[in-house]
């Protein structure tokens, strides 16, 4: 009798890990598939092949497997639909697609509260509500304060938190501590760590590196200093040559040849 109870303990370990396993990998290639239609998708920055993704990403919690992170690349989508209404100042769209990011990634945030990339993503989407909720400062101001130091705290070698307030510096007044000499020191930061930047797991969000390069070529030509202009089709250069398919560096390629004939 106990020998038959133990022999039937382990085959029910052996099932259960068997799958356990093609679960775990059904994920990770579910996971892997709709984040490489994500970049292609991001490339182009077309709003219907971003929310064609979007749905995949929604398919994939059916698994029920590290809903944190599926959730947190919905929020990730919805702040990029959400920053494209900004070229056209659709502050109806930014307003929209904010709120709905706002709803996700706080969600994956109670799946999952210690994972940095979280409040870097909810800091960007705080940094939306200024289009719409200026009204709010107060508010947008303590919400930006409170992510950035839960990111920093978290992981302070996380590419993407120096990146995005190198990007938000690069906008912001010199009198508030922004311009493109604020902007350049972060964003040489993320670069710097993007170099040898590994994520725990193949399926996490390492987006950034390319933008890097693109941001650096940007707020070099707009310090426009002595040999900045140099340096900017340094970054442009070398970011298309590994990133060749990057629609953002495409475009500051044209801000670029644009800039250099008026000179």
């Keep these: 009798m106990k020998k038959t109870f133990f022999y039937s303990a382990i085959i029910f370990v052996l099932i259960f890990t068997f799958s356990f396993n093609a679960y775990s990998d059904d994920f990770t290639n579910a996971m892997m598939k709709a984040k490489k239609n994500l970049t ?8 219907k092949d971003l929310l064609k993704v979007r749905g995949e990403f929604e ?8 809903e944190w992170v599926v959730n947190y690349y919905m929020a ?3 702040y990029n639909i959400a920053t494209s209404g900004m070229k056209d100042q ?19 945030i109670e799946q999952k509260d210690d994972f940095a990339d979280s409040y870097v993503l909810k800091m960007c989407l705080t940094f939306n509500r200024w289009m719409y909720e200026q ?16 990111a920093l705290k978290l992981d302070a070698m996380n590419p993407r938190y ?34 040898t930047r590994k994520e725990a797991e193949e399926y996490y969000p390492d987006w950034g590196y390319s933008m890097s390069f693109g941001f650096m070529a940007t ?11 140099e340096k ?17 560096l495409k475009e500051v390629l044209k801000q670029y040849e644009e800039k250099t004939k008026k000179n």
């Design 76 to 78: 990730y989508i919805d």
């Design 219 to 229: 707020a070099f030509m707009k310090r426009d200093k002595e040999g900045d202009m």
């Design 40 to 47: 292609a998708a991001l490339n182009t920055y077309d709003e």
């Design 162 to 195: 120096y990146l995005m307030k190198g990007i938000s510096a690069l906008y912001m007044p010199e009198a508030f501590g922004g311009g493109a000499d604020a902007s350049l020191k972060l964003l040489e930061k993320a670069y710097d760590i993007f170099q």
């Design 90 to 108: 659709d502050n109806e769209k930014i307003k929209k697609y904010t709120q709905s990011g706002f709803a996700v990634i706080d969600k994956s």
């Design 135 to 150: 009204d709010k400062m107060d508010d947008i101001m303590a919400v930006t304060q409170q992510t950035d130091a839960a």
């Design 232 to 248: 900017a089709k340094t970054f442009i250069d070398k970011g298309l040559e590994k990133f060749p398919d990057s629609g953002m």
């Design 59 to 66: 398919r994939i919690l059916q698994l029920k497997m590290n």
